[in-house]
Structure formats: structure tokens, C-alpha cells
């Protein structure tokens, strides 16, 4: 989630007119009504009528590369798949499939390890709503799950949860087969002292409370920890221990305490980038969260990512093993007709018609928003922040945080942020290691997923193109394999069509 002004800012949608970007009206499939009750006992899973290709032995032929480790593309390749694993890579002039592999000539497309969303949620707020209300989030464990399998994230952190059993049983769910979507590496609810920015977050009383809502939901099934914008220093080191003591890993989108402090304090992983590190505000005082309109403005006027203290900050980082988890595409919302209309189609089609029409609000918002320079400086300077980052060695991956404004939908906003990792000057091959390998490595999983490399995990996204040469082809993927099976991504998406912001 974002800060402040962004959170209470889609409740003033209510108030505004909107002008209505028309697409082309999509067809209502009618469905019956309640007609998960049948199918769902007596009928195929879900996920199984999802895959197009269930192997167990498939060659795909004459496909362009990305290996996941961050070097240049390799053309003209050979990828085999046998059950669960990749057993062959290399040029297709030499690898050649046995007589019972089904062959799929891929020619012209492009190859990508199964994407690593670091920074996803299954909860979106919804349609409507105005200033003074209760901010209300639904749950999306119909499509949201869908919707990332669709465009090739393969596993995914859930970041921060408002409805962890949720999650903790679509994760059930989708281990067994009978719902696809990502493997999930489940998020404890927020770790956030008060005020919780919104009433379905849990306020914590202090350490000890800290400690014994990470107990809990350690037990319960959860993987890992988010900490937020008003936890205390106790609060922090009290949450920061507990999860060590399991093994998980924790994470921060922090305000009341600053990157350089939260590392030397053992945590783990830091979202969002710079944009949010209080530390360097002027009016700073221990502890507190300042406002967010007068620390970003400093930071924007006064504050150069080679600045001393900014270098120090970055240093600390990478000496306590911190990684940063870019999330361009929601600070890219603030900026006005950002992301392109043109680019939303795909989104449009999966979204409700009502939060479609709060998000078409929201963006007439920032057409007449006076302060846009301001944020689009703050994203370059973001940018620029991320490059250093990972030139020192930091280590950096990636996810798309869709808590609100339709056009950060699960997925959809992946794809937006690969395509401004590389509008920040990253590499293809870099951007998909950040997405891929980098995000396997803090996972500690660097041996089963992130790459494509002979006995991996057969997790891949097919794309309909050359991604080298254009990063909007990651908006066309067409085949994902998870664990050897083949989904068709026109059918993930297909089945949630219009489903996305309602459930
Ligand atoms: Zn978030």
C-alpha cells in the first residue's frame, strides 16, 4: 500500500464527475446462477479445465531465452520439459526430444523463467465509497489468483494481508490442484501500531503484542511478515525477532522508522524504495510517521541519490542483506494519463463495470492534479535510486501492489512494472532477473525456481514475441508452465472476465 494521501484519496472519488474512456462493450457470457455448486462437486477442477498442455514431456522448439541470471537472451533455443522439471536447454540445432516428447515450435516468441511477484495482494478496495466512510477491501481469491497465473507470475508474497485465512487456503487450494494459481508465500496481516490506517487492521499495544500476532500466524500457516507506517521501534525489533525465531522472512513499507535504523535492526527486505524512507526529512523526530505531503516535497526539491547520506543509507542495505522490493507502477498512478489508456484494455475486460467506473474517477483526479511534476520527479528519482541500488550490488526484485485505482490489477500491474523496470534503465535480461532469480534468492528457493536451467523447477512463461526488442510484448503471454503443466492464459483470463475488484 501507498502512502496516506493515496489510501484516503479513492475515497473522494464519489464526489467527482467522471469522463468515460469507452471501450468496446464486452459480452456477457450469462452464466447460471450459483453454478459452483454443481460444477464444483461433480464437475473438473477448475484448475485442470485451465491447461492446454500437460505434458509430461514437451519440447519447445526454437525459442529465445532469458535464463533468469541476469545475462543476455539466447536465441534460437530448445527448453525440454519432463513432469515437474526442466530436463534439456540449449541450441535447438543440438537438443534434440525424444520420440514420445510433444514438440510445440515456438519460433518467434521468447522465453522467460515463471515470474516471482514479491509484492502482490489478494484484496483490492471496493467500488465507490466517499471521504468519511469505512475504507472497505474485498477479497479477490476468485480472480486474483487467475489473473496472476495468466500473465506468468508463477509465485507470489502476498505482502501484507487483510483476510490471511483467505490466503492461507486459496494456498491449500492451489497446492492441491483444485484452484489455479501462483505457489503462495503468505504475509501475516500488517504488523502496524496505531493509528492503523484502516479499520480492518489490527492496531498492535506494543512489543509483546508484536510478538504474539507473529506466534499466531506463524502458526496458522503464514511464511512471512510485513511491518508498517506507525509500528513502533519496540514494535519493529519485537516482530523483527519473532519471525527469525521461524525461519521467515520480514518485510517493511515503513514510516515512523527509516531504512537505515529498520536494517540495523535485522529486517530483512524493504518495499517500495526510497520514495519512502523517512530518514532524511528535515522535521524527522524517533518514531514518529511525519506527513506525507511535506517529507516527499523535501525529498523531491532537496534530496540527490548521490548525496553522502543517501550513499551511506544504500551501504547499509547491502552490508545487512537488505533487499528492496521495486514497485514503479503504483507511484506511476499519481502521475496524470499514467499508465497510458491505451495500454488498459486488458484490464478493462477483467475489472467489475463499478470499479472500472471508480478508477476512470480517480484518474479524472489526477488529470487536474496541480502537483504532477512534483510526483513524476519522485519517480525518476526513485529510478535512478533503484539503478544505484543494484549497481552496488543490492539486491533488488519486484511486484505491483494492486491496493487500488484499477490500474494496478494482480497481473496486469506486474506487467507495467517490468515494462518501467526497463523505462528505468534496466536491461531486459536485468528486469527479468529481478522478477525472477533475485526474488528466488531472498526466497531461499535459488535451487527449484528463478531460472531456467536443466533439473528447475518447469516453471516458464511463453510470451508472443521478441521481448529483448520490445517490453510491451510481456503484456502477451500465452502459455505459463507451473510445475510442468501448460495453462492458456486466454482461458485464465476468459474466466474471470469482469470479475476483478469484485471477488
Ligand atoms: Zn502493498
Redesign the pocket.
Known sequence: ?LKHKYLLGFSLYGALLSAHVCFPQQQDPSPPLFPESKDRINGPLRADTMVREHGPKIALEHVTVFDGSGSPPKLDQTVIIDHEKIVAVGPSRYVTPSSDTKVLDETGKTLLPGLIGM?E?LFYPTAGGFRGQIGMYSEQGNSGPMLYLAVGITTART??SINPYLDLNLRKAIESGREAGPDLDVTGPYLEGPPAIQIPVHELTGPEDARRTVDYWHEEGATSFKTYLHITPAELQASIDAAHRYGSKITG?LCSIGFTEAAEMGIDNL?HGIIIDTEFYSKKQPGICPEADAWTREMEQSLEIKDPRVQKMIQTLIEHHVAVTSTLDIFEMGISGEPPIDTLKTTHDAMAAASWDTYMKYRDVQVNRKDNPHTERLLRKEMEFEREFVQRGGLLMAGC?P?GFGGILPGFGDQREMELLVQAGFSPSEAVRIYTSNAAKFLGRQNTIGKIAIGMQADLVLLDGDFEHDASVIRKPELVFKKGLGYDSSRLFAAVRGEAGLR
Open positions: 500500500m509484492h495482494h505482502a501484507g513499507h518495499e501492489d491496493t
